[in-house]
Structures are given as C-alpha cells and as structure tokens.
C-alpha cells in the first residue's frame, strides 16, 4: 500500500507551508510521498524540490485548492 503524508496548509500563512513539507519530505522513507494542500500555487517551492531530486505534480481542485503531490526523482511514480 502506497504511503502519503498530507501537509493541509490552506489555513496557514508563509512560511509555514513551506516549512511543514520540508519537515514531512526530510521524514520520508523509500516510496513515499507528500501531498500539499494550498490555496495558492507554491511557485518557490518547485524550485526547492527540484534542487533537491524531488519531483512533483500540481492540479488544481474545483474548490481552488492546489494539491501538489511530491515524490523522490528516484523513486518514480505510481
């Protein structure tokens, strides 16, 4: 079964976002994935996880929430 760890940062203010899905990636094992929850597209944070060999997809919901999924470049996706 496939682990994600959701990072729901719609109420909260910069830089806290950020901060939380840093603190969930550095926690990862093999595999597993992070999924953030924003009301606004984290452009710096592309940057970031690229630097970093992480890769991401970003889609936006109907009710304007941007769910980012993150995973490690290695690791592929599912």
Excluded at 12 to 26: G, W, Y
Aim: no cysteine; hydrophobic share 35%; aromatic share 8%.
């Amino acid at each position: 079964m496939e682990t994600i760890h959701v990072v729901d940062a719609r109420s909260l203010e910069p830089p806290e976002p950020m901060e939380r899905v840093m603190e969930a990636l550095s926690g990862m094992k093999p595999g597993e994935k992070v999924q953030l929850l924003l009301y606004r597209e984290p452009f710096p944070l592309y940057g970031i996880l690229q630097r970093n060999h992480y890769a991401h997809r970003a889609e936006l919901r109907d009710d304007g929430t941007f769910e980012i999924l993150i995973w490690e470049e290695t690791g592929g996706i599912s």
